[in-house]
């Protein structure tokens, strides 16, 4: 007994389009070159930053570290309170079905 085809043909570039081989062998009308170059240059236009170039004395790079370091502490601790709190929420969820499951 011979096996069905299949109704259209799946070789090679078949991307879900039908037998329309256009659809893939298309050629961009501009390159992704040209298009890179004009974000960067708008990149640039848009958001001209000043960077300082100097030397941070020892005592501005501990200030900057320390902030960041305070900043990182304080997202730690809140995303603990949130995670104890679903955690809770949820642990008292599944206490509360099995108890009624279990007192049918």
């Known amino acids: 007994m011979a096996r069905r085809s299949r109704r259209h043909s799946t070789g090679f570039g078949y991307i879900g389009f ?18 890179k170059e004009k974000l ?10 000043d960077f300082l170039h100097k030397d941070l004395s020892k ?15 304080k997202l ?12 809770t929420f949820v642990a008292y969820t599944i206490y509360y ?3 009624q499951i279990l007192s049918r």
Do not use: C, W
């Open 59 to 73: 005592a501005d790079k501990q200030k900057i570290k320390d902030k960041i370091r305070k900043q990182e502490r």
């Open 76 to 87: 730690f601790i809140r995303t603990v309170i949130i995670s104890l709190i679903v955690f």
């Open 40 to 49: 960067d240059l708008e990149a640039h236009l848009h958001y001209q930053m």
């Open 18 to 35: 039908g037998n329309s081989q256009s659809t893939f062998n298309q050629k961009t009308s501009t390159p992704f070159s040209v298009y």
């Open 97 to 99: 079905l099995i108890n």
